[in-house]
């Protein structure tokens, strides 16, 4: 019975490989050398055997044909073609844009190339200063830092505080809450001074015209807020009500918003996985900008204002040539969502908050990562360097504390904790003087060096 079987088999084999010669001698192949050779190339076959002529390849393309099937030439080319068109979707395009974006583009070159020159000029006078003077400077700032205790304390809302940040005189503080209001507190006894009532759910963030308190008048925009309903509002320091609003998000949620260092523009981090440039002079939207696969939840703009950094919810980071509209940089490094971004004073260095727990160092002329800090033992909310000097930066996480860190090494210096609930946002005041943390126990906190207490 097993001889029987045997041979039943070795007969079915025998038969089915002259069904195969059979169907073999019925494909067309071409006659083109250069097309059988495409077509053996395309199937992952080698294109050339030795010894092998013209007449024998078509041969061996016949013999594999009749094997995998007689479409599989094409199965195979509707295959690349179709990741190919996946590869193109993820690319970053270009295309033309409004004569107000070129108007934008020469302002910003123009605005930006004179700063560059001058920072430039700054660090270089740095690095003639005497290692010794620049040691003890770094020596006072850090002693500074390591006795910083909580100055004060106030309940700011009745929903947690999202957001807060210092006005450019270091005078005002202002947080925006879950709550839909936005309030304006005097610096450092916490007295209120102003309610922003015009929102109605959730405001991601309320942000400082840069000469606001400095140099404007307080009956034009000096304050900028945006919401979870795809809301952007402009505020003066004289109204409860909001002076203008800037529409074209709806029904997107707004997470966070920047001011160009000039002032006149506007970005916007949008949940469509776009960012927006508003041209506040020119009352219009100039750029909207593409290149995230999921949404972009925080932007900061260097201080030159020729580039600005965004990160979004799919872990990437990108920094964006404002004067050409290309990217310059991709930031490749984190596994989870970035939700904080800023840039370092000295123009190169960005450091990006990640839902990793950890905050990464990035420098802008290497185009690399310089550092990892493994911060945090909860998500990293926000990140903020001093802002002159940038001789250290400060992160805020959901394990309920902040913590400060040198530029040079980036070890930890100070630890502040006292927030019941996870810190949602942090601000360093541009004298130095205090720092302010916000929460979601509904409070926000003034830290400062014990000697000023």
Known sequence: MELEDAMSRDKQALLEEFERRRKARSINVSTDDAEVKRNLRQ????????????????????????????????????????????????????????????????????????????????????????????????????????????????????RPIAYCQFSPNSKILATASWSGLCKVWSVPDCTLKQTLKGHTCNVGAIIFHP?????????????????????????????????????????????????HPSGRFLGTCCYDCSWRLWDLHQCTEVLHQEGHVKPVYCISFQIDGSVCATG???????????????????????????????FSPNGYHIATASEDNTCKIWDLRKRSVLYTIPAHTNLISDVKFQRDGGDYLITASYDNTAKLWTNRTWQPLKTLSGHDGKIMAVDISPDNQYIATCSYDRTFKFWAPEELK
């Open 43 to 158: 199937l992952g076959e080698p294109i050339c055997l030795f010894g092998e002529g013209p007449a024998e390849r078509r041969c061996r393309l016949r013999d594999i044909l009749s094997r995998i099937g007689e479409d599989a030439v094409i199965r195979r080319e509707a295959e690349e073609e179709r990741k190919q068109f996946e590869k193109d979707l993820e690319t970053t395009w270009y295309h033309e844009g409004p004569e107000s974006l070129r108007i934008a583009r020469l302002w910003i070159a123009n605005y930006s190339l004179p700063r560059a020159k001058a920072r430039l000029e700054e660090a270089r006078n740095m690095s003639d200063l005497p290692t010794a003077t620049k040691t003890a400077k770094k020596q006072e700032i850090q002693k500074k830092l390591q006795i910083m205790t909580i100055y004060s304390s106030q309940i700011g809302d009745t």
């Open 312 to 342: 979004g919810l799919d872990s990437f980071g990108r920094v964006w040539d404002l004067r050409t509209g290309r990217c310059i940089m991709f930031m490749e490094g984190h596994l989870k969502a970035i939700l904080g971004i800023d």
């Open 211 to 259: 000469k606001a308190t400095i140099s404007q008048e307080e009956n034009i925009c000096n304050m900028a807020s945006c919401a979870s309903d795809g809301s952007v509002k402009l505020w003066d320091f004289k109204s409860e009500e909001p002076i203008a609003d800037i529409e074209g998000h709806m029904p997107h949620r707004v997470s966070r918003l920047g001011f």
